[in-house]
């Protein structure tokens, strides 16, 4: 019986599975992760990937990312309802501090099975 | 024999081909993706039989596509027929039947005559700020009155006057898939038209459809609220879908039959739920141009519609049936009654 | 050389089965819903295989196409067609290309390639129509299912491929079966 795969084959199977391997690790970054949308008075002005544990501040406000979830760490509003909200992971959740009319939405995989718009 | 060998694979391998075709018309489940009615649509169906219906479905869904667009066979014939009757299939005359009977519910706030001032804005073309007198023309051609209706014929009083099936077209498809799914024995279905969803029986696992409304101030995909339904429609009307800026304003598509402009009431968005879809893709048109208070108090006094009207002021205002279902998923509006 | 009866009821034939095949595929598929619409394994690359190392290029595009045309009117209907049938040109292409060229493959390289490039072209489909970029990543993942699928249809090929063409009185111009 011959040769059903030959060398050149595997060569080529081995070197598509690695092109798709390093393909799904670079673009991980951007495809599958979750991310948390800020605005300020309506427009979204930053784009915050959950994944990556990290403190930054918008506007004077400071928000925190931490496994998975995203809070307002410190605000001077002075309700401070925001700060007391704590952490948001569930994607779809948002909170708002509104005296500095910024706001936090979580995005990632909807919950509902389709959207009506 | 080499030759009866022959015959033999063929037979078999046409054997084969139509066993297994047929098996393709009983699959269990089915999904598609069709490019029409200007936007995707999807379907995911269970139960019954699958192929088949979504076949038919998508094939519908050209089909309509191509009969009832604005610059379409069916609306040009009427239009050059005015003011003489012009024949009409039946599944047309039904459509525009249904268009009138909304303009007559909704007193004119839905009118499928507004063809003259669609055209006049050309949001979907190149669209442009017209002056005062263009609009005033326009409008003199807008009224759902104007249109009659015979049988299967149907005239248009004036010259000029065309008519806009958009605002219903979706809803009537949807419609039709319904009758489909249920010809073909399909036990539950999720269709959505570019944003209008049908939620046909309930979910595969038995529990009710969950579906989102868009948040109107947020990316497409994006909910502020989810309600659950089974066997309803859930359409949504809102500034946010089309819309241009010219001279530092914004003008959306859903105009006003009364003054020719874009309605501008406070309102963002109207969501209407409804067994019968082309009543909810109406009505979502409709409550938007009445605005908060007409719209609600209609929507109120219709039995088996529901509607959730957005405003500007980020509150959601709810009819009284949506009370206990409704719930909000984006914390920045808030619900009022 | 063949006549011209022959010649259309061999096409017929090849047509049927690689219609049946795409068919009981998308069958399969439907029971595994992809976010990516009418991507599929690929087994009807047998038959574009086949044409391609017995018949011509032209004979092979010409087959895959009105396969696909075929296995969306009675299966998923014209949505299904404009998806699948950029990708099954491509990857018929693509196989000719490889059997010219790269002459080292076998039959189950040149099949792998064939499985790949139809589910990225799929894949770019499918962004083209949605506008929805994030279903790139679903290519890296596809490629992996195209380089098994495409290795496992080849080998099924070489088994096939001569029964094939011994039942429809077929002689094949190219050696399908690279020996080492």
Known sequence: MKHILLKADIILFLCIIAAAVIGMILFLGGGDAKTALIRKDGNIVRRVNLDTDQTFSVDGVLFEVRGGAIRFKESNCPGQECVHAGFFKRPGSSMACLPNRISVTVLGQSEVDAVAE | MATDYNKCMKKIMLALGLVILALAACAPAGTSATYALGTVCSQQVYGGDCGAAIAEVDAMLLRITGEYAINGALTGKISSAAPNPAELTDEAAALIGASLDMAALTGGAFDPTIGPVSVLWDITGNPKVPSRTDVQKALELVDYNNVRIDGNTVSLAKKGMILDLGGIAKGYAADIAAEIYKKHGIKSALLNLGGNIYAFGARKDGKDWRIGIRDPKGQPGEHAAAVAVSDKSVVTSGGYERFFESGGQTYHHIFDPYTGYPAQNGLLAVTVICKNSTMADALSTAFFVMGLDDGLTLANRLDAVEAVFFTDQKEVYITDGLKESIEITNETYTIKS | ?180
Request: contains cysteine; hydrophobic residues 60%; aromatic residues 8%.
């Open chain 3, 1 to 180: 050389m063949r006549n011209s009866a022959k010649r259309a009821a061999v096409f017929g034939a090849l047509l049927a089965l690689s219609a049946a095949l795409a068919v009981a595929e998308s069958m399969i598929g439907a029971l595994f819903p992809v976010p990516v619409p009418g991507v599929k394994l690929g087994i009807a690359n047998i038959v574009s295989l086949f044409l391609l190392c017995c018949f011509s290029l032209s004979s092979a595009l010409t087959i895959s196409f009105l396969r696909t045309l075929l296995a969306s009117l009675f299966f998923g209907g014209l949505g299904m067609f404009v998806y699948s049938a950029p990708g099954a040109l491509l990857s018929t292409l693509a196989m000719y290309i490889a059997l010219r060229r790269l002459k080292s493959l076998s039959i189950a390289g040149v099949s792998m390639i064939g499985a790949c490039v139809h589910n990225i072209a799929q894949v770019c489909v499918a962004v083209l129509i949605t506008g929805e970029t994030g279903l790139f990543f679903y290519g890296f993942v596809l490629l992996i299912a195209g380089a098994v699928s495409g290795a496992v249809t080849g080998i099924a090929a070489r088994v096939t491929m001569p029964r094939i063409a011994a039942a429809l009185n077929v002689r094949c111009k190219i050696s399908m079966f690279k020996e080492v």
